[in-house]
C-alpha cells in the first residue's frame, strides 16, 4: 500500500493529503490554487485576489501559480504531441 506524502511545488504550492484532501494549497493555508486560477480566468487582477483572501497570499504566491499551470499545461502539449 503506498502512502502519500506531502509534495512541495516551488516557493508556495503545496500538496498534502491531510490538508484539503491532497489538493493543491498555497503553503501555510487552506487556500486552494484551483480556487485562485479560476478567478484569475474569470479577469480579476492580482491585488483584488490577494484582498479576497485577507491579503494571506502575495502576487508572488499568485505568480508561481500561475507558471507552475503553464508548465502543467505545456507539459500535457507535449505528451499529446508525442502521442499522435
Do not use: H
Not at 57 to 77: D, H, R
Amino acid at each position: 500500500m503506498s502512502v502519500r506524502k506531502r509534495k512541495e511545488f516551488g516557493t508556495f504550492l503545496v500538496s498534502d493529503p491531510d490538508i484539503c484532501g491532497g489538493d493543491w494549497t498555497f503553503k501555510g493555508t487552506r487556500l486552494l490554487v484551483k480556487d485562485v486560477l479560476f478567478y484569475i480566468g474569470e479577469g480579476k487582477d492580482w491585488q483584488w485576489i490577494s484582498k479576497a483572501y485577507d491579503n494571506r497570499l502575495s502576487q508572488e504566491a499568485i505568480g508561481e501559480a500561475v507558471q507552475l499551470a503553464c508548465e502543467a499545461l505545456e507539459q500535457q502539449q507535449t505528451k499529446r504531441r508525442r502521442a499522435a
